[in-house]
C-alpha cells in the first residue's frame, strides 16, 4: 500500500505540471489584463508599462511560468491587482465553499444512495418509475433555474429561509445552495446506484449468501451494497472538485463569497493571478480525490489489493 501511495503521488508531479501549464497559457491569451484595469479609457502608456513590470507581464509567458510555479512550491500564489495576497483571498473563499462542497457530497450520497438502493431493489416497479422521472426532470432543468425557483419559493414567497446567504455562511444557511449545488449529482448518484444494484443483484456471491440463510439486511448492506458503491465513489471523488470548481452560478444566485465568486470576478477583471491561483489548488483537490477513491476501492471491494 505504501508503495502504491508513493507511485501515486510521483505520478501526479508531471500531471500537476502539465495542467497548471495549459491552466496559464489559456488564462494568459483571455486578454491583456493591464487594459482591463483601465476599463474603458486606454491605459497611459507610461503606467501600464509600470504594471507590467510590477506583476511580470513584460517578461516572456515561460519565464513567467517558471516563476510562477517556483513561487507557487514555496506558497506564493502572486498578487491580485488591487494589492490583495491571493492567498488571503484562498483563505475567505476555500473555507465557505468547502462547507458548501460538504453540505451538497452529504445530500448526494445519503439521498442519492438511499433512493438508488430502494429502486434498484424494486426495479419495474411504481416507485422505481417515479424516481426515474423525477431524476430526469432534474437533469434536464437549469441549476440557474432550479437556485432561482427555489429562492423565490422558498426565500421570498413563505419566507422560509434567507434569500441570500451571510458572510459567514454557516452549515443551516447552506442547506438549500448546497441541494441546488447538488441536484444534478444526486440525480445522477441515484440512477448509478440503482443500475448497479440491479446488475449486482443477479450475481453468484449474492444468491450464495441469500442460500445461506442470512437476513435481507445483512445480504444487502454487507454483500450486495458494498460492491454496488464503486462506481458510485468513483464518481462522487470526481465529483467534489467539479462541485468547488463549478459553483459559480450556485454562489451567484446565494451570494456566497466563495471560490465560484473569486473565479468569476477574477475572469470579469482579467485578474490572471487570482484565475490561476484558484484553478491551480482545485487542480490538486482533484488529483487528491482520485487518489483517496483508489484507496477506497481496496476498502469496499476485498478482493482489490495493491502490492
Not at 487594459?35 to 501600464?48: I, N, V, Y
Not at 510590477?54 to 516572456?60: Q, S, Y
Not at 444494484?197 to 450475481?203: F, G, L, T
Not at 437476513?215 to 448492506?221: D, I
Amino acid at each position: 500500500m505504501g508503495r502504491y501511495v508513493l507511485r501515486r503521488l510521483v505520478q501526479m508531479v508531471p500531471v500537476f505540471a502539465g495542467a497548471t501549464l495549459l491552466i496559464f497559457l489559456m488564462v494568459n491569451v483571455m486578454g491583456d489584463p493591464v487594459a482591463g484595469l483601465c476599463g474603458d479609457r486606454q491605459c497611459d502608456p507610461a503606467t501600464a508599462a509600470r504594471l507590467r513590470a510590477e506583476f511580470g507581464l513584460d517578461r516572456p509567458v515561460w519565464q513567467q511560468y517558471l516563476t510562477y510555479m517556483g513561487n507557487v512550491f514555496t506558497g506564493d500564489f502572486g498578487t491580485a491587482f488591487n494589492g490583495q495576497k491571493v492567498t488571503e483571498l484562498m483563505a475567505t473563499a476555500f473555507p465557505v465553499t468547502l462547507r458548501l462542497t460538504i453540505v451538497a457530497v452529504l445530500i448526494e450520497v445519503v439521498v442519492g444512495v438511499t433512493l438508488g438502493v430502494v429502486t434498484g431493489l424494486r426495479r419495474g416497479r411504481p416507485v422505481d418509475t417515479g424516481v426515474l422521472l423525477l431524476t430526469l426532470v432534474v437533469i434536464s432543468v437549469p441549476t440557474f433555474v432550479t437556485g432561482l425557483l427555489l429562492q423565490l419559493l422558498l426565500g421570498v414567497e413563505w419566507g422560509w429561509i434567507r434569500p441570500s446567504v451571510s458572510s459567514a455562511a454557516p452549515f443551516g444557511e447552506l442547506l438549500l445552495p448546497g441541494l441546488v449545488l447538488a441536484s444534478v449529482s444526486l440525480a445522477y448518484v441515484t440512477r448509478l446506484t440503482r443500475t448497479s444494484i440491479a446488475e449486482n443483484r443477479r450475481s453468484d456471491y449474492v444468491r450464495t449468501a441469500v442460500a445461506k440463510g442470512l437476513p435481507r439486511r445483512r445480504v444487502v448492506t454487507r454483500h450486495l451494497l458494498r460492491n454496488s458503491l464503486i462506481p458510485v465513489v468513483t464518481f462522487i471523488g470526481a465529483d467534489i472538485g467539479f462541485l468547488m470548481g463549478g459553483a459559480i452560478v450556485t454562489e451567484r444566485i446565494f451570494n456566497i463569497h466563495g471560490v465560484g465568486f473569486q473565479l468569476y470576478q477574477g475572469i470579469l477583471r482579467q485578474n490572471t493571478q487570482t484565475v490561476v491561483g484558484f484553478v491551480t489548488v482545485l487542480v490538486l483537490v482533484f488529483l487528491l480525490c482520485n487518489l483517496v477513491v483508489d484507496l477506497l476501492y481496496a476498502v469496499l471491494d476485498p478482493r482489490i489489493r495493491y502490492a
